[in-house]
Every structure is written in C-alpha cells, then in structure tokens.
C-alpha cells in the first residue's frame, strides 16, 4: 500500500509539473544533447521480489520509452558512438541517447534485447562478470529467496548478528532493504561468508538462485553476432570500488575487462562503475580504467549529456530508470534534464558536497 501511494503521489506531482510546462521551460538549460540512460532489469517484478522491484522497468514501459524516443527524433547510439560524438568523430543533428544495461541479467537478452532488435536500436550491456560465470553470488537475487523462507532472517555480518522479522510482506521488504543497505558497502568476502551463511541456514542455494536470472553464454553470442549489442566490464563482483585498496580494485577492473572478453570474443573498452556515486569511484578508480585501455567509463551521477563531457570520458553520467519514473510524464521530465536535476541538488543536500564525480576526468 505504501509503494502504491508512493507511486500516485509522484504520479500527481510529475503531472502537475508538466502541466505547468516545467519540462519546456528547463529543457532549455538542462536538456542538454541527450542522455545515457542506465536500466537493471526490464522485467516484471513479483510482489516478493524486493530487490527486483526497485530496478525493473516493466517490457511495456520500456518499449513506450523507446517510442517516444524514436517519435521525438533521438539517434540511438551504443556506447562507442557516444564516444565517438563527444570527441567530435561524429556530427549529429538533434539529440542523442545511449541505453545502458548493468550486471547481465537475462532480462537483457529475453526482454531489452528483443525489443531492441524490433526498433533495430543499439544498446550497451555492462556485464558483472563474477555474476555471469558463476564465480560469485548475485545475491540480491537470493537474498529474495532468504527473506521470503522463513519468518525471521538471522545474519551474521562484520562481527554482528541480524534478527530480522519477516513474518509480513512489510516486514520482509524493511528487512530485504535492510541487509541489502549493509551488503552493498561490504567487502565482497564478507558478502560471500553472509550468502554462505544464509544457504546453511535457511536453505537458500544461492548457485541455484543467482544463476538462474543471468545471460547464458549462448545469449551474449546472439547479442554480439546481432550488431546491437555492445559488451561493457562492470567489475567482477559488483565491488564498490572505493572502499577496496589499490590492489583489489585493479583486480577488480582488470579481471573484469579479461573475463568479458573471454565471454564475448571480442574486445571490451567500456567500463561502469558498481553502484557509481562519487563515494563508490573516484580519480583512483578513472587511472586504473584509462591505465587499462578503456576507453570510457560511467558514472550514476545524475545528469544529461553536454559537448564538455568529452573532457571527462571516465566519469560520464547516466539517468537511472526504474518502474516508478518509466511513464509519461515522469519521462518529459527525464529528458527535459528537470528529474536529473532535481536529483543531483538532492543529493548535494545529503552529502554537503558539490558535485565530486565532476572531478574525475578523462
């Protein structure tokens, strides 16, 4: 009930606003030359699906984007043609757009992929290779399975144990977002040693679970040899990158572009950063990258494409979507840049910091 008054809140908001001619009125500062925009999932979530929830766009949505896209004239670009305009290798009229896709869940291929290929548009998948290849848990997905098995999580993480009440839909949604809070900022051996955990304890396994939602060799091939479909390194284990030492997070990315070129057969030169705020990378983090050979890497700061970009190629910054922002007219203001903005000054609140992605270039 909550999420549903959440929705129609914004709903009324985002309707009020464009009413009022917002999006017009700061799409003339905001707006930009386009966008990146970073999806998860294009999937329908279940109701028991908690991480699932927050970053599907459902196949309908998804597919009315790309419409409106099309409609308002956008040239669709993968993530190489990005490059290529911003370094003045490509003149285009109008606007441009970039789809992005993080982590390699199926849905890529069954859902974003097949859409894609019906409106012969390009899209960029950021592949967590430790996800792909079994090597490591994508646990978000069975810490779905965990919180709906039983009616208390026990949990033991960096030196605590969590009791965690799962005994209604309510409770098991606090919990899931509760652990997922702690997973995301711990060490990825913590994070196994909690997943190993939960699978002895309430019988989750988590191989089982985890490798089920994840593109197969099999799809990757078909998405390659389509001419859609550019591959990305999105790390190995979804690491946020800052918090590890130098010489974790050189693994991390140079494993990463290894094992995504070893699963595509083709060379990898963009990267994403996990999670992607400014305290997940930073100027460490763009060396390694361009020390690396990339020849890109982006960011989840929330802002439009602008001609200066081309001065910071590792720090190049995505519009998230996600089901609650996927429609008219959430999506005038997306693309008018109102939303974006609206979000970083948000977040510059919160942190009491201006900006600190904008200082990493390329």
Not at 232 to 241: E, I, N, P
Not at 279 to 286: D, K, L, M, V
Request: with cysteine; proline share 4%; aromatic share 8%.
């Amino acid at each position: 009930m909550a999420v549903a008054l959440q929705q129609f809140l914004l709903d009324r908001t985002c309707r009020a606003l464009s009413f009022a001619g917002v999006p017009k009125l700061v799409g003339r500062w905001q707006a930009g030359c386009g966008a990146i925009l970073a999806f998860h999932r294009v999937y329908r979530a279940g109701n028991s699906e908690f991480g699932s929830q927050a970053i599907s766009v459902s196949p309908e949505d998804f597919r009315g984007i790309l419409e409106t896209l099309k409609e308002r004239g956008y040239t669709f670009l993968s993530i190489s043609g990005l490059v290529d305009f911003l370094a003045g290798r490509r003149t285009i009229d109008g606007r441009v757009v970039c789809l992005t896709f993080d982590d390699g869940f199926e849905d890529s291929h069954s859902s974003a992929f097949a859409i894609c290929k019906k409106y012969r548009v390009p899209m960029t998948v950021y592949l967590a290779s430790g996800f792909v290849t079994g090597q490591f848990p994508m646990w978000g997905i069975g810490l779905e399975a965990a919180v709906a098995a039983g009616e208390e999580l026990v949990v033991p993480i960096e030196g605590e144990v969590l009791r965690l009440n799962c005994r209604s839909v309510r409770a098991r949604r606090i919990a899931y977002r509760t652990l997922a809070s702690r997973l995301a900022v711990a060490h990825p051996e913590e994070v196994r040693r909690c997943c190993e955990s939960l699978a002895l304890s309430h019988g989750i396994d988590f191989t089982v679970a985890t490798n089920r939602p994840v593109l197969t060799p099999v799809m990757i091939r078909e998405m390659r040899d389509s001419g859609l479909v550019e591959f990305g390194a999105h790390s190995v284990r979804h690491a946020r990158l800052a918090c590890l030492n130098s010489a974790e997070a050189h693994w991390e990315i140079a494993r990463s572009k290894s094992d995504c070129e070893a699963l595509v057969g083709r060379k990898i030169g963009h990267f994403a950063y996990p999670y992607g705020d400014a305290a997940a990378a930073g100027e460490r983090e763009a060396a390694i990258c361009a020390a690396l050979g990339f020849k890109s890497a982006v960011t989840t700061e929330s802002s439009m494409i602008v001609r200066s970009d081309a001065a910071r190629l590792f720090a190049l910054p995505r519009v998230t979507f996600n089901g609650r922002i996927a429609r008219d007219p959430q999506l005038d203001l997306v693309l008018s840049g109102t939303l974006p903005a609206a979000r970083r000054h948000w977040h510059r609140a919160r942190a009491g910091a201006s900006r600190p992605s904008r200082s990493i270039s390329g």
